[in-house]
């Protein structure tokens, strides 16, 4: 059992009523998982979702060449593993681990279901969680059809910065970079392109690249 301020400081949790959060914590329960873990592999059978609480984790799928495709990397106040929810026959559809060391809120789809049916406000939650979700997916999707690769990776680091970037005195934004490889595996390219690509950002001005740092100037037209 956990206090229910847990809940309410997660942003999927925060406008339920007390009732509703406690509906939600009696059907859960709170695990603390190291770096490298991996929560489920895709076609496990999944009966459970997960609701980050600290930490990140990432979902990932492996191609036919053997290349890791990473579909989405999922912070606090993020579910795992939704679909379970609504088909509990379905197996996994991709393959979740832990990036950093983690505190997750293990929910069982079968008791959570029995909530939701049951709590109106968190099933409006789950549905703008997914539409969410939805959108994230489409977006990546007319990046792939539409943007060159460069492109990709300056639209990769801009939506990171977005999330996750400090804003400095000048405008510009600062945020700490996945290596070369994840940033190829998130947008379907390799670590050599995304390696000439930072560089050539770069060059022209628009990235300040910086260790693992990556400083992004804003355009001035």
Do not use: W
Not at 95 to 123: N, R
Not at 189 to 213: D, H
Request: net charge positive; proline share 2%; hydrophobic share 40%.
């Amino acid at each position: 059992m956990f206090d229910l301020e847990l809940l309410r400081k997660v942003g999927f949790f925060s406008k339920l009523e007390a009732r509703d959060l406690a509906a939600v914590r009696d059907a859960s329960q709170v695990r603390k998982v190291p770096k490298s873990t991996l929560l489920f592999c895709e076609g496990d059978r999944g009966d459970s979702l997960y609701l980050v609480l600290k930490g990140k984790v990432k979902a990932s799928l492996l191609a036919e060449d053997g290349r890791e495709v990473i579909l989405s990397v999922l912070g606090p106040g993020e579910l795992v593993g939704e679909m379970a929810l609504f088909d509990l026959e379905e197996r996994r559809s991709a393959t979740v681990e832990t990036l950093e060391d983690s505190e997750l809120m293990v929910l069982s789809g079968p008791q959570f279901l029995k909530v939701i049916e049951s709590k109106p406000a968190i099933a409006l939650s789950v549905i703008r969680t997914l539409s969410h979700r939805l959108r994230d997916t489409s977006s990546r999707i007319r990046s792939l059809i539409f943007l060159d690769t460069y492109s990709r990776v300056g639209r990769y680091l801009l939506d990171l910065a977005h999330q996750q970037g400090r804003e400095l005195a000048d405008g510009s934004l600062l945020v700490m970079r996945p290596t070369h490889q994840e940033i190829a595996n998130f947008i379907g390219t390799t670590r050599e392109t995304v390696s000439r690509a930072l560089g050539e950002l770069q060059n022209q001005g628009l990235i300040r690249l910086v260790g693992r740092r990556v400083i992004l100037y804003r355009v001035k037209h």
